[in-house]
């Protein structure tokens, strides 16, 4: 399954199939105009293009994600786009356009997050037996191979691996020790490989422009994944759960974990996938924008975070949707 995960955790939830084209990207423009101002203005500039809204209108609804164009057209271009660039890809290169539209899927792979799972995960007994829905390329089921860096509160990873900066507020739990694992699996509709060239560079056709240092960190957590490589199983988050979940072994905590990933299915599967990993006795760590889990709400204190919850009902903390901090106190 992968995930759309950039700007805020109002365009996180992708498209809302139940406003226009036109709006969706309004709304996408305004929450990224903060992280990226570049794809900020290009959002708005679609919203009130005729000719790329009747071009996007011809594809299903989840092929109209601004996410996915942005990052369709960068694939072509190799440059991140402009309105400009949009226009002549829709007017001269549509039909290619849209093959890589349906092809693809926005599956952001963003390894900063492990910086505000860690804590979770370095609280439970080990050995840990990681499975991650919605793993795409598996960068984040590496926690225990990053360096981390919780405003000077250091833990060393493995040589080379990138540092992932962030801010704690409140009690975080923060470990004096990377967690020890046993076992990891990732479940995945489609699987990339860190390995294909190809997959690699849609990854980083997804780092919006402007985002500092994303897509280095990207670069060499792939590098770091080529070393290290997790078998990413393709299957459904329901359908194929226990099936994968069956080889961890039998002396390990297993955490089936996930991030913003169920804003992409409908409430029945979300509430299918809860009592799937109910049934497995699994630790259940959900990082999501918030009402995604029900009960789960924003907490007033930051603009579009993500919640950490564990077991679909204990919110453990608001944490930034890039991983650039986490805040314990907002529970």
Known sequence: MGDDAEGSAGAMRGLDSRLGTAENFRRFGEAARGRSPAYGRLAEAVAADTGVLDFLDGLPVAKRQPN??????RYLLGTPPGID???????????????????????TNEPARCATLLPALAGLPEPLALLEVGASAGLTLLPDHYSYDYAGHALAGDPGAPTL????????????????????????????????ADDARWLECLVWPGEGDREARLRAALDLARRHPVPVHRGDLVDDLARVAADAPSGATLVVYHSAVLAYVDAGTRRAFAAAVRDLGAVWLSNEAPGVLPGTE????????????????????ATDPHG?????SAR
């Open 165 to 196: 900066a962030c801010r704690p507020h409140g009690p975080v739990p923060l470990p004096d020790r990377l967690p020890t694992v046993a076992w990891r699996r990732g479940l995945d509709v489609n699987p990339l490989d860190p390995a294909d």
């Open 324 to 328: 650039t901090w986490i805040d314990w």
């Open 85 to 107: 660039a949009v226009r002549r890809l829709v007017r001269e290169r549509a039909d290619e356009l849209a093959a890589v539209l349906r092809a693809r899927r926005t599956q």
């Open 298 to 317: 924003a907490t007033g204190r930051h603009e579009d975070p993500f919640l950490l919850v564990r077991d679909g009902r204990e919110v453990l903390a």
């Open 68 to 73: 996915l164009l942005f990052a369709a057209a």
